[in-house]
């Protein structure tokens, strides 16, 4: 049987491994340009076709995982002089399907980011600390943890597997802004666990940020390369709004909450509490001191008395500027000789500042109402504001003044 005139009859392509066999599946011929043995080929053509009832060509694919090899084969039945046979054509796709796999694990890893960016994106509004859980998703890490430096303080954002709620803590500043990049250290306060360092940079203002991520099987940052400007972006962002947002809400002068914070307070939060403390502040002689020794002065006057308000601030009590001399404290959840030993607070913090200061002596008259249960806020407003003239009237009659005197 004239093999060759088979192959140059049906096979339009020269290129690749030509096998005949006949019915049985028996090699009859092979050009043997691979290396793949004839028992071989016998066992993937009994496994992917019936040679013995094959009516049209038919195409298929061979995986040869032992020699690292990838195939495609068409097998059609011919005849030849009176003979009916099986012409097979085998080429080596080892080379497409390496780089179809390449392309598919970049398309995996392309379309993991996407998701990822998605992800964050959906975070976006939140704080910055709000990236943690997408990041536990995603990196399939045991824990991670976020720290803001600010000053001599910062900020612990951490999250672990298995819980919901990210714990954040207010502690001294660390050395943990000194790490570089890809390296592994031990925390300070978070056991004998070795954290990988993954971003460590500073963003607005000189705020310092960090994150570090936990886990056994972790040796690198390498599978979390193409989320790093994502994940960099994304505090960096939530630190601007952060500092927008703080810019918005605070006294530039006195780092006390501003007017406008105080309103939105006043309308939105105060009136859903049953347990008030208003602390109407007044400073008095500031006109005098802007003009005997002028607004530099006055406005460390000011300053004074924005860091006694500071120095007993809390979780339910909040320092105001309202603007010029005006000054207040809003306290809540807090029983009346609570608001009491407040206001005593201070008092001897601004006595403290007074005393540590050979500057203009801060001299301030203070109203506090408290309201219980059922009060109408406005009614409280206007006695705070009443008893703080009346004490303004006290302090300046104490010193032999005129009770009208600026």
């Known amino acids: 049987m004239n093999y060759e005139k088979i192959i140059n009859d049906f096979v339009k392509e020269g290129a690749g491994e030509f096998i005949i066999t006949d019915r049985q599946g028996t090699v009859l011929f092979r050009n043997r340009v691979e290396g793949f043995t004839d028992e071989q080929w016998m066992a993937w053509a009994a496994f992917n076709i019936d040679t013995q009832t094959i009516d049209h060509e038919e195409d298929w694919e061979i995986s040869d995982r032992s020699g690292g090899n990838y195939y495609n084969a068409k097998s059609l039945p011919v005849s030849c002089d009176g003979e009916e046979v099986i012409l097979h054509h085998v080429y080596n796709t080892s080379q497409y399907a390496t780089l179809l796999r390449d392309v598919s694990g970049y398309l995996k890893d392309w379309r993991d980011l996407s998701a990822f960016q998605t992800a964050m994106l959906e975070k976006l509004s939140g704080n910055y600390e709000s990236c943690l859980p997408v990041v536990l998703k995603y990196f399939k890490v045991s824990s991670a ?32 802004f000194d790490t570089p990049k890809g390296e592994f250290r031990k925390l300070p306060g978070m056991g004998d666990e070795a954290y990988l360092c993954y971003i460590c940079d500073s963003a607005i203002h000189g705020t310092d940020y960090a994150l570090y991520l936990y886990s056994e099987e972790l040796e690198s940052d390498d599978d979390f390369s193409m989320h790093y400007n994502v994940i960099k972006l994304f505090i960096e962002n939530g630190l601007l709004r952060e500092q927008i947002t703080y810019e918005s809400e605070h006294d530039k002068l006195t780092s006390l909450y501003n007017k406008g914070k105080y309103m939105s307070m006043l309308s939105d939060f105060m009136p859903k509490k049953n347990r008030v403390a208003i602390y109407n502040m007044d400073v008095n002689y500031l006109k005098r001191t802007n003009d005997t020794l002028g607004h530099e002065a006055g406005d460390a006057l000011l300053v004074k008395a924005g860091k006694s308000l500071l120095a007993v601030e809390r979780d339910n009590v909040r320092g105001f500027r309202m603007g010029g001399d005006e000054f207040m404290l ?3 959840d807090l029983e009346e000789d609570e608001a ?6 201070w008092e001897e913090a601004l006595k403290k500042l007074n005393e540590n200061d050979s500057g203009v002596e801060c001299i301030i008259a203070c109203g506090l109402a408290y309201g219980k249960g059922d009060f109408d806020l406005k009614e409280l407003l206007k006695k705070a504001d009443d008893l703080m003239y009346e004490n303004k009237v006290a302090i300046k009659l104490s010193r032999g003044e005129d009770p009208n005197s600026r």
């Open 145 to 176: 943890v976020m720290y803001i430096g600010r000053d001599r303080k910062m900020e612990r954002h951490l999250l672990s597997k298995g819980t919901k709620t990210i714990e954040s803590t207010r502690i001294d500043r660390e050395d943990v």
């Open 330 to 332: 809003l306290g809540w």
């Open 340 to 345: 009491i030993a407040v206001k005593k607070e």
